[in-house]
């Protein structure tokens, strides 16, 4: 109960801060398999964007709960960097920003919303002792069945197609670091010397 005040309080800032949300594949409706990200207005149009690309195991726009425990949501969060990325720059144009969601990759079908594994695995059951739900095909979303895969479809169908004049920096964290780095591999013979990276 605590985590998922938390979280409404983290995506109510994130928000009022101008980010909005994009589902992912893009198209999905509300009620349909998809994973949300969070991304600035203009990211289509903006000449630099910032791409984060979280833990999978952390929920959209968390970077860890044992912070926000002991200093405050906005720290532990996306809700300060997201501030000071966003924060005009007098001359320079202000970037753009997505924040990326390889954490809830679980379609948990009752909510209608995309969850982390830890909240699939902490959902109710009839007694303590019972085993977690099983998974199905329907709780995983199309295109988005790992981390790596998310991160994949980030950069092929939204950076790659939404914003493809745009140059990307880069940030990752834990496993979204390595998976972007395994793209940037596969897909540029020298990431350093790609023109838009």
């Not at 999905?28 to 903006?46: G, M, R, Y």
């Not at 390595?178 to 540029?188: D, G, I, Q, S, T």
Request: a negative charge; aromatic letters at 6%.
């Amino acid at each position: 109960m605590i985590i998922a005040c938390i979280r409404n309080i983290v995506l109510s800032r994130l928000h009022d801060q101008g980010l909005e949300t994009l589902r992912l594949p893009l198209g999905a409706k509300a009620n349909e398999q998809h994973v949300p990200i969070l991304v600035s207005p203009t990211f289509k149009t903006d000449e630099r964007i910032i791409a984060v690309f979280g833990e999978p195991v952390q929920d959209l726009g968390i970077w860890a709960y044992r912070i926000i425990g002991h200093e405050t949501i906005n720290s532990g969060s996306a809700v300060d960097f997201s501030a000071a990325v966003l924060r005009e720059k007098g001359e320079s144009p202000t970037p753009g920003l997505i924040l990326t969601n390889p954490g809830q990759l679980v379609w948990h079908c009752a909510g209608e919303k995309a969850i982390s594994l830890p909240s699939w695995l902490a959902l109710p059951r009839k007694h303590a002792v019972e085993p977690p739900m099983k998974m199905t095909v329907r709780n995983k979303i199309p295109g988005h069945e790992t981390w790596q895969d998310h991160v994949t479809y980030v950069f092929d169908e939204v950076l790659g197609k939404l914003a493809p004049d745009a140059k990307i920096d880069i940030i990752g964290l834990a496993e979204g670091s390595l998976a972007a780095v395994r793209y940037l591999a596969e897909h540029c013979k020298d990431p350093y010397l790609h023109p838009n990276l």
